[in-house]
């Protein structure tokens, strides 16, 4: 059974870094490409990034929003995606959701406040 | 950006109902359309892939259609566990662009 657990996330102050990771299970994870999108509260789903596998270089692409704050990266001995989020902003809190088609995590709240 | 226009924003329906929801794509996107379904505090399941593709698991009363900017998702029976957001998005390119969802409500 294929399963991506999230963790990492919490209360953290504006101008801050957080760093989320995905852990997964059940496939070949290093075969496949990562998403990570979030929801604000009451919002709708706003794509964040993603990283390709090692045979497509780990290229990543990035949501203008985030591009230039926020890292992904992977560690497929681990079977872990990363989602580094440096200099926060209140804007950027969201539940985070790390997702392999079809499959997504439960999610992990992010709450940018001072 | 491709940006992706859902209607109605919400709707309301009464089991055993059809129900036809519309994504429409700034541009071109071929047959790189998704639907997700959300219900409250769960994350999104995806339900159609390649605009008609019906994904593993999923009821067949849930079919997509369209191409290139105009798409559809139908629910031919509605049943009491759909009542839920739907959301389409486009993998055509990045950013990888979601509609603003359709809530569906109970009557």
């Known amino acids: 059974e294929v399963q991506l657990v999230e963790s990492g996330g919490g209360l953290i102050q504006p101008g801050r870094s957080l760093r989320l990771s995905c852990a997964a299970s059940g496939f070949t994870f290093g075969d496949f490409a990562l998403n990570w999108v979030r929801q604000a509260p009451g919002k709708g789903l706003e794509w964040v990034g993603f990283i390709k596998s090692k045979a497509s270089n780990g290229a990543t692409n990035y949501a203008a929003s985030v591009k230039g704050r926020f890292t992904i990266s992977r560690d497929d001995s681990k079977s872990i995606a990363y989602l580094q989020m440096d200099n926060l902003k209140i804007e950027d809190t969201a539940v985070y959701y790390c997702?392999?088609?079809?499959?997504w995590g439960q999610g992990t709240l992010v709450t940018v406040s001072s | 950006d491709i940006q992706m226009t859902q209607s109605p924003s919400s709707l309301s329906a009464s089991i055993g109902d059809r129900v036809t929801m519309t994504c429409r794509a700034s541009q071109n996107i071929t047959k790189f359309l998704i639907w997700l379904q959300q219900k409250p505090g769960k994350a999104p399941k995806l339900l159609i892939y390649?605009?008609?593709s019906l994904q593993s698991g999923v009821p067949s009363r849930f079919s997509g259609s369209g191409s290139g900017t105009d798409f559809s998702l139908t629910i031919r029976t509605l049943q009491p566990e759909d009542f839920a957001t739907y959301y389409c998005q486009q993998t055509y390119s990045t950013p990888l662009t979601f509609g603003g969802g359709t809530k569906v409500e109970i009557k």
């Open positions: 997702t392999r088609v079809p499959n």
């Open positions: 390649a605009v008609s």
